[in-house]
């Protein structure tokens, strides 16, 4: 790495840190990946944690059902390559045994009834603490949350009681039946994770660089037609040069239009953009103010 | 590019989130889809905007219009890489201000001008200092409302200076603000031509910081990497974050609680081989004669001193909502150990609005601080938090609730 970019191997020490001592610490964690970029990195980071030996962990994928192809490709394909052991658990089973209500509207979103699919896995698996790739830049809600973040046995999240976290020292200690949620890249920005992908060379599925995609014009965004989402005669449909810059479900994430083919021309855009991550590409988010923080008191992570 | 991890703190109306609100606002730090949600939220009039509400990420704080928990804020300038905790300025909240102060290289100590310095002030004063931090920056904020006196800037800096002895801060810098209207903030203001020092971002960009720095060896066994695998079978591995000073290939070392003297054989680093590794990175260490070290065991030169007991005189912030017991078994964790404890006596309290000791009886409750006689189970490998702080910090952690109820700084 370069002198400017040397505060990525502090992010990355501190990262690697939080993952030995998740280990040390708890029984069974897993590592919650999805096929999106921080997800990536955050598998990338373990490898660097715990090699030569295999994870400590296994990859649990909570699958909504409404992924884009190009990322579940892209886990198999990594998974297979690591010769780690992948989870995969579906919403769309938690949606029939419970008999979920999906949301409403034109792009529904299944964020929240991942909820139910995690929580059920946790319980399954006995699982003590959850490693995700959450970042404090990303979201209000999520810029308050400890680097151990406390759950009772419902999941849920009690932002006026989090316990005190000083220093890096961790405290994993826990209540049985409760669970941790891990996040060893709060502190990274989304540019942050930007240049640690083209410093280290780590692969990311196609959709994340700019190609040709059908599209539905809504509002100010564009959102993919796909099996999920088909277009009415009344939209304004267009074929335009996009790329996604986050990957979350097809139904309610929308695409950036875009030329950048290259992360070199990924990471200038997004130092140009004056529009927030989740802002920009999620649909689901801005339906309230305080969509992440209900979210995360339900259970979410 | 390096980055700066500093606090704001102050009374729960002095203006923190206004000031976190324009350091990222008029340095281009706010997204405008994140910009246009703030206008929505404010309830002011029309084309102003309500720079708190960039904070304060909690529904029952912008119901309420206080912080609760610690918020961090990202930003970068082309010279430098900031990460803010906006801590709360209630004194119910004081533990939170605490965890965002344990990881702060300078403190951001927020005073309204009208009011001058308060008890809050010097609460967030003492555990700014006492938590390590050696920066501190007292921002006088409302100046506009004091007609941008002069006098009235000069006489809280004196009043500070002449209570500061007790601190151990090696810099303290006063500028007089106006976070509402950014007069000072991110450039000098014309309001203010008596102030010759430089504006607050310009002054957090070139801050250099200085930290407490031993260059004693310090390592603490994090992880024992032993893959279960034909090919690695003689593979054993100890991960670790160096504490503190530089491991070299083939040094010799000693291990402790074992006191066994070996000697490093590789140093790893992301599985390839280095030869040396410096404070704050982690590595895999290899040892020579086959030893057998484990999680929590610490690592030092062979010659080395190190305090080596089971009676510890500390510091003490306590933070649970259930008071100190004396007597009591409590855990304490000393980064990847933990051994179980009792506190035997507590010597002095810290009076927080004298900055000065006093004498008190066994009783410490929620954001007491105090100077304690521990008593621990087994010995402790450590330093004295102002020589080697990361060897010299702990957590007291309740044994039936698990709840983290003190930092620990030993003396």
Known sequence: ?301 | MNTLKFITAGNVDDGKSTLIGRLLYDSDSIHTDQLGLIQKQSKRQEGEVDLALITDGLRAEREQGITIDVAYKYFSTSKRKFIIADAPGHEQYTRNMITGASNADLIILLIDARKGITEQTKRHASIGALMGIKHAVVAINKMDLVGYNQNIFENIMADFENKKSNLSYTQITYIPLNALHGDNVVKKSTAMPWYTGEALLPFLESVVVDKATSNALRFQVQWVVRPHEAHWHDYRGYAGNVLSGTLRAGQAVRLWPSQITTHISKIERHQEEVLEAVMGQNVVLHLGNDLDASRGDTLTEAAALIQCSSQIESWLCWLDTDALQIGKTYLLQHRFRTVRVKVQTVLKTWDIKEWQFQESGNNLKMNDIAQVVLRTNQPLFYDAFAEVPSNGNAILIDETSYNTVAACMFL
């Open chain 1, 1 to 301: 790495m370069t002198h400017s970019t040397d505060y990525l191997h502090t992010l990355e020490d501190e990262a690697i840190y939080i993952l030995r001592e998740t280990a040390a610490q708890f029984e069974r964690p897993a590592l919650l990946f999805s096929g999106g970029k921080d997800s990536i990195v955050l598998v990338h980071l373990a490898l660097r944690a715990f090699r030569p030996s295999k994870l400590p962990f296994p990859l649990l994928h909570i699958d909504t059902g409404h992924n884009f192809p190009e990322a579940l490709a892209f886990r198999d394909q990594l998974v297979a390559s690591l010769g780690e052991r992948l989870i995969v658990e579906s919403v769309e089973e938690s949606i029939k045994k419970y008999n979920l209500k999906e949301t409403s509207g034109r792009f529904p979103s299944r964020n929240g009834l991942q909820t139910y699919t995690l929580l059920d896995s946790i319980q399954a698996h006995q699982f003590d603490a959850c490693i995700g790739g959450a970042r404090r830049d990303e979201e209000k809600a999520r810029a308050k949350e400890r680097i151990f973040s406390v759950r009772d046995d419902f999941g849920q999240w009690n932002p006026k009681l989090q316990r005190p976290e000083l220093w890096n020292i961790l405290n994993g200690k826990i209540q049985k039946d409760h669970n941790v949620r891990v996040f060893p890249i709060s502190n990274w920005t989304e540019l942050d994770v930007w240049n640690y992908i083209q410093t280290r060379k780590i692969g990311l599925p196609s959709l994340y660089f700019a190609h040709q995609r059908e599209c539905i014009v809504h509002q100010d965004k564009l959102v993919a037609t796909s099996q999920f989402i088909q277009p009415l005669p009344t939209d304004k449909v267009v074929k335009e040069w996009v790329r996604y810059r986050t990957v979350g479900d097809m139904t309610c994430t929308a695409a950036v239009p875009s030329r950048a083919q290259s992360l070199e021309a990924v990471i200038a855009e997004i130092i140009e953009t004056s529009i927030s991550e989740r802002g920009q590409t999620r649909l689901d988010d801005q339906v309230s103010e305080a969509a992440m923080e209900d979210r995360k008191k339900q259970g979410y992570f």
